[in-house]
């Protein structure tokens, strides 16, 4: 029995060689969220702290950015500009972000993209007008030559234009042309005297809108 109990107690010995800690100790291999070894976390580029009504997301390698902002209506006819709304709750910074039509492919016209000055903000429950069609050389703005017929008084300069006949989409991408929010203008979608916008405003799918620069969408 002696000798029965003396080799139990060596083989105990040799297992508490390895280590026979409380539980409370960390392990090797740690937790999520304790920062243990195997703790990971999660890096975000975003423009904003929450992803956007109507945008669409898309991966690069520097993580997913998001924003609030949506493209909120598209006049395509007797004018061409194109609203940004942001139905908040925060603010939004656009800076860095660009504004594009989509080329031959479908896909942004990365090129010729509007890119928005740092410091840019949007307010939630704001919207932001860019006017479509301008020349190069004049830049981005901000503009006070906006709308001739009334609009904001203050505007954004881009150099390309929606084509109605053809039919376009807008789209709204990061500082690394990943796309954050788009809207799709149909062809022909709207009648003469008539914009393409999101309805019920920010928040709802394409429809014929009246012309509402820089103000809530509303049925034509």
Same mark, same amino acid.
């Given at each position: 029995m002696m000798a029965q109990f003396r080799y139990a107690a060596l083989c105990l010995a040799a297992l508490c060689a390895g280590g026979c800690g409380s539980s409370d100790e960390p392990g090797d291999t740690g937790t999520p969220g304790t920062g243990g070894a195997g703790a990971t976390t999660t890096s975000q580029s975003s423009s904003s702290s929450s992803s956007g009504a109507g945008g669409d997301q898309g991966g690069t390698g520097g993580g997913t950015a998001t924003t609030t902002v949506v493209v909120n209506e598209i006049s395509a006819?007797? =004018?061409?500009?194109?609203? /940004?709304?942001?139905?908040?709750?925060?603010?939004?910074?656009?800076?860095?972000?660009?504004? &594009?039509?989509?080329?031959?492919?479908? %896909? &942004?016209?990365?090129?010729?993209? /509007?890119?928005?000055? %740092? =410091?840019?903000?949007?307010?939630? =429950?704001?919207?932001? /007008?860019?006017?479509?069609?301008? /020349?190069? %050389?004049?830049?981005?703005g901000p503009h006070t030559a906006c709308l001739p017929d009334g609009g904001p008084s203050s505007c954004f300069y881009a150099t390309w234009k929606v084509s109605a006949s053809r039919g376009e989409t807008v789209y709204l991408i990061s500082e690394s042309d990943q796309v954050l929010a788009e809207l799709k203008y149909p062809i022909e979608a709207a009648a003469d005297g008539e914009t393409w916008g999101r309805l019920p405003d920010l928040t709802g799918e394409g429809a014929a809108t009246a012309p509402t620069p820089g103000a809530a969408n509303a049925a034509p």
């Amino acid at each position: 029995m002696m000798a029965q109990f003396r080799y139990a107690a060596l083989c105990l010995a040799a297992l508490c060689a390895g280590g026979c800690g409380s539980s409370d100790e960390p392990g090797d291999t740690g937790t999520p969220g304790t920062g243990g070894a195997g703790a990971t976390t999660t890096s975000q580029s975003s423009s904003s702290s929450s992803s956007g009504a109507g945008g669409d997301q898309g991966g690069t390698g520097g993580g997913t950015a998001t924003t609030t902002v949506v493209v909120n209506e598209i006049s395509a006819k007797d =004018g061409d500009w194109i609203e /940004l709304g942001n139905p908040g709750p925060g603010s939004a910074d656009l800076g860095g972000l660009g504004l &594009c039509d989509s080329g031959d492919s479908g %896909e &942004c016209n990365t090129a010729d993209a /509007l890119r928005f000055p %740092e =410091g840019t903000q949007l307010a939630p =429950g704001a919207y932001l /007008l860019i006017v479509g069609d301008q /020349l190069p %050389e004049d830049g981005p703005g901000p503009h006070t030559a906006c709308l001739p017929d009334g609009g904001p008084s203050s505007c954004f300069y881009a150099t390309w234009k929606v084509s109605a006949s053809r039919g376009e989409t807008v789209y709204l991408i990061s500082e690394s042309d990943q796309v954050l929010a788009e809207l799709k203008y149909p062809i022909e979608a709207a009648a003469d005297g008539e914009t393409w916008g999101r309805l019920p405003d920010l928040t709802g799918e394409g429809a014929a809108t009246a012309p509402t620069p820089g103000a809530a969408n509303a049925a034509p």
